[in-house]
């Protein structure tokens, strides 16, 4: 049988279509492929995002935190003209890698620094983010590390 043109254009574009779909069908198969969003909440925290800018612009005009590596875990030095007991808050560490090694822990002070324990962190890149209020006013601090 010989092949005109036409039917090798046919052929040509069935081949085509059919390479595409088996790229579809593996890769929303795969389990490696696997990816997900940040957040859970990701369209509700892209509305919220006006308010942290001002947060941290809040934290970088007068109040920023320091963040230091010991050997009981990371410590986190608040401004030292703040009252403690005013100071309240949530400090998160996100973990890029593994989703299931993030938490979230409160911020409540007795001194000016709160320290996060060794045994809550593994070594690797963390993303912390320190949301905190002093007398009605919002601040954030966010920052990478590697522990």
Do not use: C
């Not at 090798?8 to 389990?31: E, H, K, N, Q």
């Not at 005009?61 to 703040?82: D, W």
Request: a negative charge; charged letters at 25%.
């Amino acid at each position: 049988m010989k092949l005109n043109w036409g039917t090798s254009i046919v052929i040509a574009f069935i081949a085509f279509i059919g390479f595409i779909l088996f790229f579809v069908v593996r890769m929303s198969t795969d389990y490696h492929a696997n990816h997900d969003l940040v957040t859970e909440e990701y369209y509700k925290k892209t509305l919220e995002f006006q308010d942290e800018i001002d947060a941290e612009r809040n934290a970088n005009k007068n109040a920023r935190i320091s963040l230091e590596k010991t050997s009981e875990g990371v410590r986190l030095q608040f401004p030292e003209h703040f009252e403690n007991q005013k100071i309240s808050g949530t400090v998160s560490l996100y973990r890029p890698s593994n989703k299931h090694l993030d938490f979230d822990l409160p911020v409540s002070l007795s001194e000016t620094h709160l320290l996060i324990p060794d045994k809550r962190l593994l070594h690797g890149r963390w993303d912390i983010k320190v949301a905190w209020e002093y007398e009605g006013e919002k601040y954030l601090h966010k920052e990478s590390f590697t522990y």
